[in-house]
């Protein structure tokens, strides 16, 4: 391999300018020689100031059509010139040996892409570092490794667009992706792995993610969509909906039967379920204030699993009888 092999950064951007900023002057930071990477924003018509701000910092500049995440790594694929394709967001701060770090990993020729943790920085409000906890500690994130915390290089099923970096060559044997609303990085991954190939999630390929989605009624819409777009991504690759995606996606609907019946029943039963219920929030409240010492995010915590619980049931049915 190259000592510095040319790297397509692709950033998807639609009214990004106040996090835009930040993270541009991380990739202006990064410990990798500046003639060896470009940098393609690919806007949906963002109508403040992300593009000029973009302009600032040398980036290329195209646009897209189709107004989702999907149609922007399409579109950007499409001007790549490096030999490898980083992807991440707008509201991601890169670290600096980013690139550096995870290219040793590509030295294996069936790896074709790396990626690693995600990470909320410490500025965020309670309610976005209590998201964060609870991804990463629920069936939701099934397959979603990059939720988590690995310790060690681990092979994966799929790694996040926010924090990946691909061969060209084997993205552009599998682009373009279906321009689904979301779970297209999920999508790209299992096509790829679908060729033998292999993911990597190395704990020293970091970014920082200021996760836009940081209030209740922001976040059951992300849940929501994540739960559509992979019910979609099931009807393309079917073997993608797993066991625990349709047990998620159904519990809503059968509780509320089955509680409902209980009930009216006058069911100890009904009592005994919603003391478990209880006891599993708590348990994961107490499990919160242990690991991060905060109170106030602990206290956060049964509202984000309910809000996560109900946002992915909902969208889940809906999108599977639509």
Known sequence: MTLHPVISIIIPTKNNEDTIENCMKSLAGLKYPEDRYEILIVDGHSKDGTVAIAERYGAKIFYEEGGTRAAACNVGLSHVHGDYVAFTDADCIVDKMWLANALKYFEETAVAGVGGPNIVPDDVVSFGKAIDFVLSHTIFSAGATYAKRLGVPTEVESIGGCN???????????????????????????????????????????????????????????????????????????????????????????????????????????????????????????????????????????????????????????ETFT
């Open 164 to 318: 990946a970096i691909y061969q060209t060559k084997v993205l552009k044997a599998v682009f373009p992706i279906n321009e689904i609303p979301t779970a297209e990085d999920a999508l790209l991954n299992h096509r790829i792995r679908l060729k033998g190939l292999r993911l990597i999630d190395a704990p020293d390929v970091v970014v920082w993610h200021y996760r836009h989605w940081d209030t209740p009624k922001l976040f059951f819409r992300r849940m929501t969509a994540y739960a559509r777009g992979r019910v979609q991504a099931g009807r393309i690759h079917r073997e993608m909906v797993k066991p625990m995606h349709k047990l998620a996606g159904f519990s809503l609907p059968v509780m509320i039967i089955a509680m409902t019946t209980l009930f009216f029943m006058g069911n100890s039963v009904f009592f005994a379920v919603v003391s478990i219920g209880i006891f599993i929030l708590l348990f994961f409240s107490g499990k919160c204030l242990h690991e991060t010492k905060s109170p106030d995010v602990a206290l956060l915590v049964p509202l984000v699993i309910l809000i996560e619980w109900i946002g992915w049931s909902s969208g889940y049915v809906k």
